[in-house]
């Protein structure tokens, strides 16, 4: 049976690699953004409402840019990435940190604005209608005490332009055994994965699944964040500027308590992204090819 379904989209990271908002870089054959295309794709799916993370200064930009043209087609709401879920005690640590949190604080800051089923992507990521079709389809049967990861083959993922980070996943059955965030980078017709905080790499095959931070859970995940994020910063309170609060470490933490099973639905898309500058016209041109073959129309919106 179908559901009410959110596409959380988080859209507060800067793109420092890239060199500046990459969210708002304009690839497709009329301008469009790569999140207009995912934002088409998860209504074409049956998502039925979008909420973005943006940072409270980007949202007028935000909003004028990207809010109000897809408003017509889908509800949108908005949930600003702050220090608002950050433990009273620990908040005065977050006030010398340089950088963000990382993604799985960037999540629970949607906590107010979610009560159903939903998926949460990158803004800056192309994830495929394959893809939505299914994180959709496992929504609206999400099964208590089980959250999903959309995996892609790691050959699928790759820039020719240098390392990444990909969540390197160990499945069995369907079902995720463990997930590292790691460094992924070709290097003489192989592929190595480095975790990062280790230097020791190694040779991955191009079939291995990684996670692309197109997840699917249900609304308790909310509870769990914010106990994961009180013990992560009581841990790493004497060096927190060394370390992130990612969203794979608590599918991990979830694996090693065994509070929850992961699911790992496979996906034939490829994806596109913009790590650095130079993978602009590889989007481009795949946006301009999808388009050609019909996958979808010259204009994604009307009133764009």
């Known amino acids: 049976m179908k559901k009410d ?46 909420v973005f993370i943006v940072k409270e200064d980007f949202y007028e930009s935000f909003r004028e840019t990207i ?38 604080y960037a999540i629970l800051c949607a906590k107010d604005k979610i009560k159903e089923p939903f998926a949460v992507i990158n803004a800056d990521d192309y994830y495929g209608k394959d893809a939505f079709l299914k994180a959709s389809e496992y929504l609206d049967d999400i099964i208590y005490n089980h959250y999903g990861v959309v995996g892609y083959k790691v050959g699928n993922t790759l820039t020719p332009n240098g390392a990444a980070k ?43 699944l990684v996670c692309m931070n197109l997840l699917l859970f249900s609304p308790d995940l909310f509870d769990i964040l914010s106990d994961e994020l009180y013990l992560f910063l009581s841990l790493h309170q004497k060096n927190l500027d060394d370390y992130e609060f990612q969203i794979p470490d608590v599918l991990d933490t979830c694996l090693k308590k065994n509070i929850k099973t992961i699911d790992v639905i496979n996906t034939t898309s490829t994806w596109y992204g913009m790590t650095y500058k130079e993978d602009k016209e590889t989007v481009e041109k795949a946006l301009r090819e999808l388009t050609s073959a019909g996958l979808y129309p010259q204009h994604l919106w009307i009133n764009l």
């Open 67 to 104: 809010g109000k043209r897809v408003e017509p087609y889908i509800k949108v709401e908005y949930a600003f990435q702050n220090d608002d879920y950050i433990p009273t005690r620990f908040k005065p640590l977050l006030k010398k940190r340089t950088k963000p949190l990382g993604t799985a």
């Open 166 to 208: 990909r969540g390197v996943m160990e499945v069995a059955d369907n079902k995720l055994l463990r997930i590292t965030e790691s460094k992924v980078a070709p290097k003489r017709n192989k592929i190595i994965a480095a975790p990062l905080h280790s230097s020791n790499g190694k040779e991955i095959d191009e079939d291995t």
């Open 5 to 50: 379904k959110t596409l959380l989209i988080m859209a507060a990271g800067m793109g420092s690699r890239f060199g500046g908002l990459k969210q708002i870089e304009p690839v497709g054959p009329n301008g469009e953004f790569i999140i207009d295309y995912s934002i088409y794709d998860a209504t074409e799916a049956g998502f039925t409402k979008v």
